[in-house]
């Protein structure tokens, strides 16, 4: 490895080891899944309108992720299943469009609102590309709930169960039976497959109709506002929570004031003092209302932080931490109430009790099935279930692999190329993993599909790399790819996704329901680079359920780069050889140098020594807030290569700018223009326009981005700033990602000392508490039973 001048290259691990509880503060700083990818594009929070202090009323609007004060919410510690970390209560939420807008962890930033609460929204004669892709996830929603309407009812199960595991099972039922529930529930999950849909869905149109946001009237909005005046609450908080909660929103904020938590802006302390102002001494921590909002509100806090469910012992243990005095009831009337749902998930082969011998163990008729309770909202868990049953309708496919597909994996690039077109002749469901090399085999496999007459798209999480890939969500909401159907399905036979692992669970559950049966489906991607920014990890649990065929490419990354990476993979960070100056380590010594470094190189040296232009040049960095965070870093590098007083809201033609219309997409374009309809970006050469009431919940300067917002891109060069403060925030895969969106050079400006080699040893990434796996390995054991 080659290093700047200045350079020390010398790196030990450290070994520290990380805190097993930390700060609500230092987790959400830690926790790559709380980075701004997740959620807005410039990762500000909610400001309280002017005029209003923080801290002044019984509701201050939150900002940033580890912000102290009369605001600063307890964390959620405990772990759970497989060494969960559930989100704790201070993980920011999401405002703006759709599931992504709003507020962002910043990695060393203290408070930093910035973006005041929106009031109620203007009509507008036509949709944004956010609220189109929002319609179209919406009817994709219900058409999944009606194929589950459809569906047989669940095969009863827990027969032969007894002790613990039978007092659960007959909890619920008791549940279901309108009895009065215990304290401990689980669902009773089926034990056979769910039954295939007994007649085709409704069909759709092949593009989701426009449906018009809803708009909340003034006498609603007015209402609430006198709500929010008696309370205490900033009145701006009025159209938000008129559209979060509907025309009957007064109402309910008067019936129960702890229905605020509904607004992403609002905290449980902040809810608590609006209760107070209006109910006086009734509003204590054990009220039921409190207490089951705030049952939803930590889960919906779990969920920003990529869980789909949390175990119940979890669950009670952060409400504890708010104050709640028995955490068991409060879940217990959650669960009783429908608010939640709740699940067991078997763990392993029914155990016998102590007085039984290890050999009759297995034949006991009071045999104890051992399993972990998990709590969830309804959303997540309709859109696991409907995935797995989707997979595992793909992968029950059969197909005659023909004497032309094995011509085709014959003149295949590679070796691994020709074992995936092979597996995907004979396999309805495939998945495929590798690094940026292998990415080509993918590719190779849909040109021989092609070839053999099959209808193929190839789709990816961002857009470019080549006219015949799509876009996710483009295929989704109909503006790309093939279109569908009469049923509604896409007009394909084989589906090839690229960049899987940023599949959440819902866009991921959409695109598998619309796969039509007969047809083939490949997940391909690198497990090693962030998971997505919505709940779940689908590709990782479908790689650990091991319930299709999964092909593991073996073309390495070439140079110093793919080396350099591909260490990091396996938790090692290599001093490699780079005679080309293909890796470079510029140390700084504090996070102005840092700044500074970062903008000599990008338009300076990279430019000079490889005749990268610096608009090619991309900066990443952990997190938004801070000295060197992306705000910090975007400011010095307009200055520098762009200068003008920001006319357009803050932004000039010829910024390089970062679009994200909706949650987890950050898609780079260039400002052109604007006027009244918005502002006019150019993006892949295509020119789109950002409504001016959304520039600032939506697009953000993007010389500098953070690595959740880089997945799935790559430039030409990249310039990695690690600043002092960004210690905390650093994990094997935040390492990995970043450091591999270089195509051909990657500088380094290094400030974190030992913290680098410590995270890619001993930081892998965070887990997240699915369902996936479970469901997935029920479905294929039961299926391979006799009959």
Same mark, same amino acid.
């Not at 991921?508 to 796969?515: G, I, M, N, R, T």
């Given at each position: +490895? ?6 020390? @290259? ?14 609500? *503060? ?29 801290? /002044? ?20 510690? #405990? ?21 992504? !807008? ?11 609102? =910035? ?16 609220? *189109? ?24 199960? !827990? ?49 989701? %109709?426009?449906?018009? /946001? ?14 929010? /005046? ?10 938000? %929570? ?61 969920? $920003?932080?990529?869980? @789909?469910?949390?175990? /119940? ?9 708010? !104050? ?23 763990? !392993? ?11 009759? %163990? ?14 969830? $909202?309804?959303?997540?868990? +309709?859109?696991?279930?409907?995935? *797995? ?38 396999? #309805? ?68 996704? $690229? ?55 073996? =073309? ?75 705000? *910090?870093?975007?400011?010095? $590098? ?98 990995? @990602? ?41 479905? %294929? ?7």
């Amino acid at each position: +490895m080659s290093t700047d001048p200045q350079a020390d @290259t010398a790196a030990a691990e450290n070994p520290a080891t990380p805190e097993a509880e930390p700060s609500a *503060a230092a987790e959400a700083e830690a926790d790559p899944a709380a980075d701004t990818d997740r959620t807005g594009p410039d990762g500000s929070g909610t400001a309280e309108p002017a005029g209003a202090e923080d801290g /002044a009323g019984p509701v201050a609007v939150h900002g940033e992720a580890g912000e102290g004060g009369p605001g600063a919410e307890p964390p959620v510690s #405990g772990r759970g299943g497989e060494g969960e970390s559930p989100a704790g209560p201070e993980t920011e939420t999401e405002t703006g469009s759709g599931a992504e !807008g709003g507020a962002d962890a910043d990695a060393g930033a203290g408070p930093e609102g =910035t973006a005041e609460p929106a009031a109620e929204a203007p009509a507008t004669p036509a949709l944004s590309e956010a609220q *189109a892709e929002l319609a179209a996830q919406r009817i994709e929603r219900e058409r999944i709930a009606r194929r589950k309407a459809e569906r047989e009812a669940p095969v009863a199960a !827990g027969a032969k169960l007894s002790g613990k595991a039978a007092d659960l099972l007959a909890a619920v039922r008791a549940v279901e039976g309108g009895a009065k529930p215990s304290s401990v529930y689980f669902d009773d999950a089926p034990a056979a497959p769910r039954k295939a849909p007994v007649a085709p869905p409704a069909p759709r149109p092949a593009a989701p %109709a426009a449906v018009a /946001a809803s708009v909340p009237s003034a006498d609603t909005v007015e209402g609430v506002r006198a709500v929010l /005046a008696r309370g205490g609450a900033p009145e701006a908080l009025a159209g938000p %929570a008129a559209a979060a909660l509907g025309e009957d929103a007064a109402g309910q904020l008067t019936e129960n004031p702890w229905r605020l938590l509904s607004l992403p802006a609002v905290r449980p302390t902040q809810a608590d003092g609006f209760a107070r102002a209006l109910l006086g001494a009734e509003a204590g921590p054990g009220d039921e209302r409190r207490t089951t909002v705030l049952v939803g509100w930590l889960l919906a806090q779990a969920g $920003l932080k990529g869980h @789909t469910a949390l175990e /119940a012992p979890v669950l009670e243990k952060a409400l504890a931490q708010y !104050g709640v005095p028995d955490p068991a009831e409060a879940l217990e009337l959650a669960i009783a109430e429908g608010s939640v749902l709740v699940f067991h998930e078997p763990l !392993g082969p029914p155990v016998a009790g102590p007085s039984e011998n290890a050999a009759d %163990a297995e034949d006991a008729e009071d045999a104890e099935q051992p399993v972990r309770v998990l709590v969830g $909202l309804e959303g997540a868990a +309709m859109a696991e279930e409907s995935l *797995a049953d989707g997979l595992a309708r793909l992968a029950a496919g059969t197909f005659d692999a023909s004497e032309d597909w094995e011509r085709a994996a014959g003149s295949a690039p590679s070796p691994s190329a020709s074992e995936l077109i092979r597996a995907v002749a004979g396999h #309805g469901l495939v998945t495929h993993t590798g690094g940026e090399a292998a990415r080509a085999e993918p590719v190779a496999l849909a040109a021989a599909a092609r070839e053999l007459g099959l209808r193929v798209c190839l789709a990816a999480h961002a857009p470019g790399g080549g006219p015949d890939r799509v876009t996710v969500a483009g295929l989704l909401s109909g503006a790309e790819g093939p279109g569908r159907d009469t049923d509604g399905q896409f007009a394909l036979d084989l589906l090839v996704v $690229l960049d899987a692992p940023q599949l959440d669970v819902e866009t991921a559950a959409a695109l598998v329901e619309s796969v039509p049966d007969g047809a083939r489906l490949v997940l391909s991607g690198d497990p090693g680079v962030l998971g997505s920014a919505g709940a779940g990890r689908v590709f990782a649990d479908v790689l650990a359920a091991r319930t299709c065929p999964q092909l593991v490419s073996r =073309t390495p990354d070439p140079g110093p780069l793919g080396e350099l990476v591909s260490g990091v993979g396996i938790g090692e960070l290599n001093q490699v050889d780079a005679p080309g100056k293909e890796v470079v380590i510029v140390p700084v010594k504090d996070a102005g140098e840092a700044v500074h470094r970062a903008v000599q190189l990008v338009a300076e040296s990279v430019p000079r020594a490889f005749g990268i232009p610096a608009d090619s040049v991309q900066v990443i960095t952990p997190g938004h807030g801070g000295s060197a965070g992306t705000r *910090a870093l975007n400011a010095a $590098l307009k200055e520098r290569l762009n200068p003008g007083p920001g006319r357009f809201g803050g932004f000039d033609p010829g910024d390089r700018v970062v679009h994200v219309p909706s949650a987890g997409r950050a898609l780079p374009a260039r400002v052109v223009s604007a006027d009244a309809e918005g502002l006019h970006l150019e993006r892949a050469g295509a020119r789109i326009v950002v409504a001016k009431e959304l520039v600032e919940s939506q697009v953000r300067h993007g010389w500098a981005v953070t690595a959740h917002q880089a997945v799935g891109t790559r430039w030409p060069a990249v310039v990695v700033v690690l600043p002092g403060d960004a210690a905390q925030a650093l994990s094997r895969d935040w390492v990995y @990602t970043a450091f591999g969106r270089g195509e051909r050079h990657l500088s380094v400006v290094h400030g974190v000392d030992q913290a680098l080699p410590h995270a890619v040893a001993e930081v892998p990434a965070k887990p997240r508490t699915t369902r996936l796996t479970g469901l997935l390995t029920a479905l %294929a054991t039961a299926g391979a039973q006799p009959g």
